[in-house]
């Protein structure tokens, strides 16, 4: 029996859940504005991510949480701005055709005073400023926050993200830095498409132009048996896919890449709600992703399955512990169960709560209109 059928989640269950896990994301979030990604577990401890954090901030504002998103943007809005000749330096290299190496890059995580702190990590990764972008706009959209306090930095991304769109970089998973991976460029399509109606001049016709250029190649490029594919030329799926159908809306759930996209990970990488992030992840074992079935969740609802959508969210609410925390990944079914120990004995046990899962919680709660229910 798994746990989803050992309790009878209401309604009034998921949303209390809901509430909790915005009380847990805000209790931790730093006074800087930042939020860890996982309070203390070792690898992460005194780090917060643009990606993990942009979801974050999301799913809280879908949520209700403005003050918090909002203090959230701020922390990034100044990262960003601090780092402006570091951004026009990178900018200028890469338009006079010699682009500057991966470690004079942005990096994806930072200590909550802004600085990259000393611990070595997988840094190079693009998807994080787009997702950010995309989590602005959102956040303004939403609650009517003027956008205004964060255009220089949200030029300063912009900026940054068109001249480097093409470079590849780490994945989500801080894996395959040689490739340009199919969700790293739906989050910087999706940021520069959500902020081009803002900009003037030759940066919004830039920020356009990269969105088609970027679209056209996924298209062309980046699309196997119909599916959106893990790197531009893998015949691999990779959950974090998902996220270009839902919430991020490159592609529509219900248009033929968006369909395929969703019915490749449900098929692949699904097991009973629970998603694994690839078919050969080893990651602690290779578990299952709360925040994964989290999308999945997202992008069912966006495709008209809202009973799927919410057992995807009963499934992610049965991995919380005693406390109401939820996990990076569990290991009721794991792809490689010989390669778990090996990890634990590096970092620990697994990362718990990891705030990315449930700010996906939250997003995912919202848009199931559960707000209100508790
Ligand atoms: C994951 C990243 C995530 C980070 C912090 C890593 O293990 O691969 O996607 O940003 O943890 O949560």
Redesign the pocket.
Known sequence: MTAVESRAWTPLDLAALADSSLDTIVSLQDPSGAYP??PTFSA?KGYS?F??GAFIADGVSAWGGIDSATRFHDWCSRILVSRSAQIREIVEAAAAGEPVADERMLPTRFTFDGAEGADEWWDFQLDGYGTWLWAVVEHTGRHGVPLDRWMPAIELAVDYLVSSWRRPCFD???EHTEEVHGSTLGCIAAGLDAVAPQLAGDRALAARAAVLDIRALLRQEGVVDGHLSKWIGSPEVDASLLSVIRPLGVFPADGSIGAATIAAVDSQLNHGGGVHRFAADT?FGGGQWPLLSCFLGLALLAAGDRERAMDQLRWAASTVNPAGEMP?QVPDHLLFPDRRQEWVDRWGSV?TP?L?SHGMYLRLAADLGLRGAA
């Open positions: 990604a996982s992460y991510w990606r993990d989500w998973w801080e990651f990076e990362a990891l990315w």
